[in-house]
């Protein structure tokens, strides 16, 4: 009796130990430590740690506050890894030696230190870190707006043409130009989550709007023509995306929206806009799970009989979300294992 107690007993441990183990957030090929390097991402960096790298904020004990104002990682650092307790955080190397552990906390770095390391990799979204992307405001007349061209031209275009604008706001000298492009409508309710902008001119205001007339500008720089209804926004530099990957609100529930430049297809490096911004609780930072409804097909039994059969979703990747509009957001696509369409599922992974 006492032996088979004992076995019970010992059998329950190890399910229970396995068990932790499972869900231990530490991949188990992690390291023990990491020397961060230019050009890293917080995503490799989770995926070198991490089963799962929306877990990020888990391992760093990390709050909500910590988590939409995170402290910066740099070049030099070293991640260091305890097992014991499933935690990361940064220490020292000395003489080759890896040395104490602290949480990410503020640090003074001189001017010519190197950049923090960036959530994602920039270059697939640098663009859309500067361009609005999306007009919500409709067609208010009090909005910047381009009214008409130098010597009454229909378009202009090279650098130094002279463009006419109403609205501006006073004391801002560089000004990006946009055409409204497209709607971008919810995939199943056809509503109007905004319409995507194309940024087509830079400007600088040589002339302001005073007296009654309207401020003169000149272009800067241009993609294509400048016309009349064209929308202007302060010139805005690149930001630094430092948000640490982390899940939105389990109960999530929306769809792709669009694909960026209108292909049919999204994969590894496409963005993606979602159905689903600030309104809904959308933050930069938000891991999202993309899924395929596979839906129903018919089952034919015999020539004389069929039914209905429902398959099952399918998972098909992970998206990182870097920028969020009132009723939209843009996503970049992290992994997948087939094509990402319009309409599929988007929901907390």
């Known amino acids: 009796m006492l032996r088979k107690s004992l076995l019970a007993l010992i059998v329950a441990m190890a399910t229970a130990y396995a068990g932790a183990a499972d869900n231990s957030p530490i991949a188990d090929s992690a390291p023990d430590s990491y020397t ?45 890894l305890d097992r014991a307790n499933g935690t990361l955080s940064i220490g020292k190397s000395v003489d080759g030696q890896v ?16 950049s923090p390391i960036a959530s994602i990799p920039l270059e697939a979204i640098r663009a859309f870190l500067v361009e609005p992307l999306v007009d919500e405001y409709g067609d208010n007349p009090a909005l910047p707006t381009i009214v008409a061209n130098q010597e009454s031209r229909v378009i202009v275009g090279a650098r130094g043409d002279t463009t006419y604008a109403r609205n501006l706001t006073p004391g801002i000298d560089a000004w990006d ?66 948000a640490p990957p982390h899940p939105p609100a389990a109960s999530l529930q ?18 993606i806009a979602i159905a689903a911004g600030r309104d809904q609780g ?10 395929r409804v596979n839906g129903t097909v018919t089952y034919l039994e015999s020539l004389r009989s069929s039914q209905k059969v429902n398959l099952p979703d399918s998972r098909i990747g992970l998206a990182y979300v870097f920028r969020t509009f009132n009723r939209l957001s843009y996503a970049l696509v992290m992994d997948a294992t087939g094509p990402v369409k319009v309409g599929d599922k988007v929901s907390a992974p």
Do not use: C
């Open 36 to 80: 961060v390097k230019q050009g890293d991402t917080l995503w490799g960096i989770s995926g070198m740690f991490l089963k799962q790298p929306w877990r990020w904020p888990e391992v760093w004990k990390m709050n909500q506050e910590q988590i939409r104002n995170p402290h910066l990682i740099y070049p030099g650092q070293v991640v260091v």
């Open 99 to 114: 040395t104490g552990g602290d949480r990410l906390s503020p640090q003074v770095y001189s001017k010519d230190a190197l």
């Open 177 to 242: 130009i946009y055409r409204r492009a497209q709607p971008i409508k919810d995939p199943y309710s056809g509503a109007v989550l905004g319409h995507e902008a194309k940024l087509v001119a830079k400007a600088r205001v040589v002339q302001p709007e005073a007296n009654g007339k309207v401020a003169e500008l000149a272009l800067t720089d241009s993609v294509s023509e400048v016309i009349a209804g064209n929308r202007l926004e302060p010139s805005s530099k690149t930001s630094l995306m430092a």
């Open 254 to 271: 929306t769809s792709v929206a669009s694909i960026y430049d209108g292909v049919s297809d999204a994969g590894r490096g496409s963005v």
């Open 282 to 291: 959308m933050e930069p930072g938000h891991l999202v799970a993309l899924t």
